[in-house]
């Protein structure tokens, strides 16, 4: 595959857009009535918390040398990341249950903060894809929420 298209590929199927694209859906499609401007809100939380909030921390982390590269090539780049990035998973997750927001929000954001953990786990004797976890991790949520709410979600999937 050309470079290009694969970097650019690799960006926009990103593992953190997962989490605000799980929301949206979760939100979306569920049959409960969410006002815009609470969907709106949500979408702002999860964004600063599972996005923003790791995005800056790993940043800060590359400027002060503990990281070598923002690309995180390295195993040994990932494991702070990782672990901010499933306490920011989880954190964001209880937030939204607490907000009393659709539970299935709530179960996504708990398990891609898993898989993470997960992830960090398997480090010591492997490199797991994030990008596949993060695909498969919104793939699984479609499913769930097509068979709980009976919605055909197959265009999305």
Do not use: W
């Not at 953190?16 to 939100?27: D, H, I, K, M, S």
């Amino acid at each position: 595959m050309n470079r290009p298209i694969a970097l650019a590929l690799s960006y926009l199927l990103h593992p953190a857009v997962f989490p605000l694209l799980g929301t949206l859906v979760v939100l979306q499609f569920s049959p409960y009535y969410i006002p815009p401007h609470i969907i709106i809100l949500t979408l702002t939380i999860v964004f600063a918390g599972t996005y923003a909030l790791p995005l800056a921390v790993s940043y800060l982390l590359y400027r002060l040398q503990v990281i070598e590269s923002l690309q995180m090539e390295n195993a040994s780049d990932r494991r702070i990341p990782y672990l901010v990035g499933a306490f920011c998973y989880y954190m964001v997750a209880s937030l939204l249950k607490k907000l009393q927001l659709p539970v299935e929000a709530y179960y996504f954001l708990l398990a891609s903060a898993l898989l993470i953990v997960l992830h960090l786990l398997l480090l010591r004797v492997m490199k797991p894809s994030a990008h596949m976890g993060g695909i498969a991790g919104f793939m699984a949520l479609l499913f769930a929420l097509s068979l709980k709410f009976q919605t055909n979600l197959l265009p999305l999937i």
